[in-house]
C-alpha cells in the first residue's frame, strides 16, 4: 500500500501517550504507532538490523560535559595523537592535553568562566561612546549598518533586563509574604512544621481574614516547595545576571587574558571538558545523540556508531564568535564528519568568522546542525547566530538549522517558543519533553537544543552506512525525506505577547517545511548512495 506524503491529523494518536511512549515518542512512527517521531525504532528494526556501518566522529559545541557518564562514556573520542597530562601539545595542533577536545571557557591556569555578557550587552558596549544619542541622519553611511545593530541591542537589552527586574521583584515579593506567614503562623505552630491539613483545620475556625490570607500563602508554599531559601536562590541568580551578563562594566575575559577580536590569539582554554561549574547542558544533548543503546541504562541515543569530541563554548550568558569559529575548526581538523551546536543568540559580534568556520567546514566536507532558538521569532525578521545567511543570502550548503515539534499533529504541533522561518530554518524535529539524561538522572526536557541533535545523529547514521555521500548530499536527503503535514498550527509570538490566535499552515514554518523522518532519509540514502556508485 503507497503511503501518503502528507499527513493530515488523523493518523496521529489522539489519547494521551502511556508512561513508556513518553518516554520514546520522538522514535516512534506515524503510520504504525500512530506518534508523531522520527521513525527510528522502525528503521533499526527493518533497515539496520544485521547491517554493518562505519564509525564516524560527531563534535558537540556545546557547555560541558560528563565524559565519566556510564550511558556515553563509550561514545567518547579519544585524542589517540595526545599524551595525557605531560603538558606538552604531542600532536602539534595547538591544544596541550586536549585528550578529549577543549573547553574555550576554561583559563590556561584553571579555572573558568562561567558567566559572560549577553551578546547585546557586548554590542552597547562596543558603540555606546560612538553612537549614544545620536540620530540617523548623523551617521554616515558607512557606519549605518553598525549604528542599526546598535538600536536593535538597546532595545533587546531593555526589554530583556525588565524580564530579569520583574523576576527578581516576584522573588523578593514571595519571600516577604512568606516571612510575614510564617512569623504569623508562629503563634499557632511554635516549631514551624506546617502540614495542609492542620492550615485547614485552621483556616475552618479562624474569622481573622489577615491570618486567613498567610493560611493560603503558606498553603501554596508548601504545594509547590518554596521557602526562603528557595526565593534567597532566585534572588540571588537573577542578581548575578543582573551583575554579569546585562553589565557595562564586568570584564567577561579578564582571567582569560586573550583579545576577544583577535581570532589568531588562541592560547586560552584547557582540556577540562567536563567543567567546574558541572553543567547538565552538553550532557543532555550527548545523551539524545548517543547514549549507549539496548543496555538498560537510561535512555538509547540516536546512534553509537559515533565518537564524540567536546567542545565547551557555551557560558552562562552568551557564547563568543571566537570561541564558536575556533571550534569548529578544530572538530573539522581531527576528523568529525558531523557537528551539532544546540547554542544561539541574537547578535554576532564578527559573523565573518562565523563564516569562514562554516565555509572551512564545507571545503572539508563536514556537515554542522543547529538548533533554531527558543524565542518564538520568525527568523525571517529576527536573528539568530550561528546561520548561514549574510545581507548575499546563503552562503554554505552543509548547515541544518531546526525548529522544535511535540507529538501531536494538531494546532499546538509546533513548540510554541520554538523559532521558524521559511529562509533560515530548515527542518523541525521532535523538541517537547524529550527523555533525556543530565549528570545525575534521566528527566524530561523541552527546546529546539534536543531537537538538533536529534538531526545530528540521523545525519551520523546516514555517514556511518553511506560513508560515500557528502555533507550536502546528507543535509538534502533529510530536508527531502522528511514528512510533510497538512496541519495548520498556533503562530508561535516572542516574549509571550497576547495575540489573537493565528494560525498558519505547518508547511510555512520552515525551508522544507516537514519534519525529520530518520526512515526515509536512510531509504532515500541507500538509493542516492547506490546511483552515484555506478556513475563512477
Not at 565519566?68 to 585524542?79: A, E, S, Y
Not at 579555572?111 to 549577553?118: K, Q, V
Amino acid at each position: 500500500m503507497t503511503k501518503p506524503q502528507i499527513v493530515t491529523s488523523s493518523f496521529v494518536k489522539k489519547q494521551a501517550l502511556t508512561e513508556e511512549e513518553k518516554k520514546t515518542w520522538y522514535f516512534k512512527d506515524i503510520y504504525e504507532d500512530s506518534i508523531l517521531g522520527v521513525s527510528l525504532d522502525k528503521a533499526y528494526k527493518e533497515l539496520l538490523n544485521n547491517k554493518k556501518g562505519d564509525t564516524i566522529i560527531v563534535a558537540i559545541i556545546d557547555s560541558e560535559i560528563d565524559i565519566d557518564h556510564k550511558d556515553l562514556k563509550d561514545q567518547v573520542w579519544i585524542n589517540v595523537d595526545e599524551i595525557p597530562n605531560n603538558n606538552i601539545d604531542d600532536d602539534h595542533n595547538g591544544y596541550i592535553d586536549d585528550i578529549y577536545g577543549w573547553n574555550f571557557l576554561q583559563t590556561t591556569k584553571g579555572g573558568s568562566i562561567p558567566y559572560t555578557n549577553y551578546a547585546f550587552t557586548r554590542v552597547i558596549k562596543r558603540y555606546d561612546t560612538l553612537f549614544k544619542n545620536k540620530l540617523l541622519k548623523d551617521i554616515p553611511v558607512n557606519q549605518r549598518k553598525e549604528f542599526k545593530e546598535y538600536l536593535r541591542a538597546i532595545d533587546t537589552y531593555n526589554r530583556e533586563k525588565k524580564i530579569v527586574e520583574d523576576d527578581l521583584a516576584t522573588y523578593t515579593r514571595i519571600k516577604d509574604k512568606f516571612i510575614k506567614a510564617d512569623k504569623l503562623l508562629a503563634k499557632y505552630f511554635p516549631k514551624k512544621e506546617y502540614k495542609i491539613s492542620q492550615l485547614d483545620s485552621l483556616l475552618e475556625t479562624s474569622t481573622d481574614s489577615i491570618l486567613n490570607m498567610r493560611i493560603g500563602n503558606m498553603k501554596y508554599y508548601l504545594n509547590n516547595n518554596i521557602d526562603v531559601k528557595w526565593t534567597d536562590r532566585g534572588i540571588k541568580r537573577e542578581n548575578k545576571k543582573l551583575n554579569t551578563m546585562f553589565s557595562f562594566t564586568y570584564n567577561e575575559r579578564e582571567i582569560q587574558d586573550d583579545n576577544i577580536d583577535d581570532i589568531s590569539d588562541t592560547n586560552y582554554g584547557n582540556n577540562n571538558v567536563e567543567g567546574t561549574l558541572k553543567l547538565h547542558h552538553g550532557t543532555k544533548i550527548m545523551s539524545i545523540l548517543a547514549a549507549s543503546r539496548n543496555n538498560s541504562i537510561g535512555i538509547n541515543g540516536v546512534t553509537n556508531l559515533v565518537k564524540v569530541i567536546f567542545l565547551g563554548v557555551a557560558p552562562l550568558g552568551n557564547e563568543h564568535d571566537k570561541d564558536i569559529a575556533l571550534a569548529i575548526k578544530y572538530a573539522v581538523d581531527n576528523g568529525a564528519k558531523i557537528i551539532n551546536m544546540s547554542i544561539g543568540k541574537e547578535f554576532s559580534m564578527h559573523p565573518e568568522w562565523l563564516k569562514d568556520a562554516f565555509q572551512y567546514a564545507e571545503k572539508n566536507d563536514v556537515l554542522i546542525v543547529s538548533s533554531a532558538g527558543n524565542k518564538s521569532y520568525d527568523l525571517d525578521k529576527e536573528f539568530d547566530y550561528p546561520d548561514d545567511y549574510d545581507e548575499n543570502g546563503e552562503y554554505v550548503k552543509n548547515f541544518i538549522k531546526v525548529g522544535a515539534s511535540s507529538y501531536k499533529a494538531d494546532s499546538t504541533m509546533v513548540r510554541l517558543s520554538s523559532n521558524y522561518s521559511k529562509k533560515n530554518v530548515d527542518i523541525f524535529a521532535p523538541g517537547h519533553k524529550i527523555y533525556c539524561q543530565n549528570r545525575r538522572r534521566t528527566l524530561y526536557y523541552s527546546g529546539t537544543s534536543y531537537a538538533s541533535p536529534i538531526v545530528a545523529g540521523i545525519a551520523a547514521l546516514i555517514r556511518s552506512y553511506y560513508p560515500n555521500l557528502s555533507a550536502i548530499e546528507v543535509k538534502e536527503i533529510i530536508l527531502k525525506s522528511g514528512i510533510s503535514f497538512d496541519v495548520d498550527v498556533v503562530q508561535p509570538y516572542p516574549y509571550g505577547e497576547k495575540q489573537p490566535a493565528k494560525k498558519i499552515p505547518f508547511s510555512s514554518l520552515s525551508k522544507s517545511g516537514k519534519i525529520v523522518n530518520a526512515y526515509n532519509a536512510l531509504l532515500m540514502a541507500e538509493e542516492v548512495s547506490k546511483k552515484k556508485k555506478k556513475r563512477k
